[in-house]
């Protein structure tokens, strides 16, 4: 990702609306859905500045992976020790059969041999252990964020589960989310696109409307996993080795 981003998620991410509201999304997905032993071990891989590990650690040990050296340092401050460095796909030093959870919230997108990653990943796990998986949706989506993040794709669910198939990945609650924002988020890009003014800058837009798009991305904690929701800017899967 070009540093920009990096400087701009140590700024925001703890006030983001996106970031906040997709914490506690991603936290009740965990707790309902993931299946973990109590004290469960867990890796962050691209955890950025650490905004999602106070979240992981409420179920167990984390373990993190970061690859820009600014966010590394932020992300060890928070984690409480250091914070490592090994890319995907090789995940050089990280032993295999170590983890009961991955989580690799959009990071998969910017790996150029995803399936490679997937199957490094699944290595990685614990008998019975899983991958929680977020990415970016729709390539018709494509835009200067998407650059500017170094995007390799976007996926659609085909495309996703092609992936974790040749991965040798069994996939399940496969979902849409981000769904509610999402005609809001197609205006924008597309009236972008049209007055040649895609912008990169995902900077919070005024309190107000971050307080409300906070409050409607929010409501999706209750929703994800329990009713089927329309086509969102993200999709969220679970995936477990095959037996």
Sequence with gaps: MDRIVYDRMAEHDSTHWWYVARRDILADYIARYARLPANARILEIGCGTGHNLPMLGAFGTVDAIEIDEAARDIASQRLGRDVGSAPLPELAGVA????????????VEHIDDDVAALRAM?????PGGTILITVPAHQWMWSAHDVV????RRYSKATLTAALDRAGLHWRKLRWFNSLLFPAAVAARLAGKMT?????DDSPPAK????LFERIFG?????????????GLSI????????
Aim: glycine share 6%.
């Design 196 to 200: 040649g003014k895609d912008d990169s």
């Design 96 to 107: 295999d059969g170590q983890y009961d959870l991955i989580a690799v919230l959009d990071v």
């Design 208 to 211: 107000p409307l971050n307080w």
């Design 149 to 152: 993040n170094h995007h390799k």
């Design 219 to 231: 409501l999706e904690r209750h929703l994800l996993g329990r009713v089927p929701m329309p086509p």
């Design 236 to 243: 969220i899967v679970l995936a477990q080795p095959r037996k």
């Design 122 to 126: 699944a290595a990685r796990l614990r």
